[in-house]
T-cell receptor, first 114, second 113 residues
């Protein structure tokens, strides 16, 4: 068990560019969550998957954001036409089965939009 | 939504016991109380979870009174490496939220030598 991994760890991009982040959950964890965290704030929920199905999206997830989890394994989070307000830490977490299980977080991807 | 309120910051010295109290007046009957720890540039890490009374593990203890409207995380004999932000969360089952965690701003604990 190597834990949740995220790549890249850091991403600097120019406004208007598209970026994609990857999350590899703990093996055999059915649930995968994405959160966003800005400086001085706690993480905010964006979306989650139960296996390959995306079951909930936060209102924070605008049309420029899309997430996928093909085959119920790794997940990607894409942001199109990035804005400076998208600068944040993007965290991924996974849990074994359902909502009552502990969520294990990855180290995050820090996005800076210039 | 079940919200939590906790102090913004706390200071302590090495070797002391630290107690961080969290208020959650609107906790639902089925909600659990969970605490996470977060170091700079890392994701949150699960510390402890409880439903009522007292829970203890190798890292901390969690005290929950009978009315469950608050909880206290107790860290025995803290060290410099315990300097982190500590988040208190309660499960939110309203509005179809299936387990997404609702974080507040947390308590920034600073441990001094």
């Amino acid at each position: 068990d190597t834990g949740v991994s995220q790549n890249p760890r850091h991403k600097i991009t120019k406004r208007g560019q598209n970026v994609t982040f990857r999350c590899d959950p703990i093996s055999e964890h059915n649930r995968l969550y994405w959160y966003r965290q800005t400086l001085g704030q706690g993480p905010e929920f964006l979306t989650y998957f139960q296996n390959e199905a995306q079951l909930e999206k936060s209102r924070l997830l605008s049309d420029r954001f899309s997430a996928e989890r093909p085959k119920g394994s790794f997940s990607t989070l894409e942001i199109q036409r990035t804005e400076q307000g998208d600068s944040a830490m993007y965290l991924c977490a996974s849990s074994p089965r359902d909502y009552s299980d502990t969520q294990y977080f990855g180290p995050g991807t820090r996005l800076t939009v210039l | 939504l079940a919200k939590t309120t906790q102090p913004i910051s706390m200071d302590s010295y090495e070797g002391q016991e630290v107690n961080i109290t969290c208020s959650h007046n609107n906790i639902a009957t089925n909600d659990y109380i969970t605490w996470y720890q977060q170091f700079p540039s890392q994701g949150p890490r699960f510390i402890i979870q409880g439903y009522k009374t007292k829970v203890t593990n190798e890292v901390a203890s969690l005290f929950i009174p009978a009315d469950r409207k608050s909880s206290t995380l107790s860290l025995p004999r803290v060290s410099l490496s315990d300097t982190a932000v500590y988040y208190c969360l309660v499960g939110d089952e309203e509005g179809g939220s299936q387990g997404n965690l609702i974080f507040g701003k947390g308590t920034k604990l600073s441990v001094k030598p």
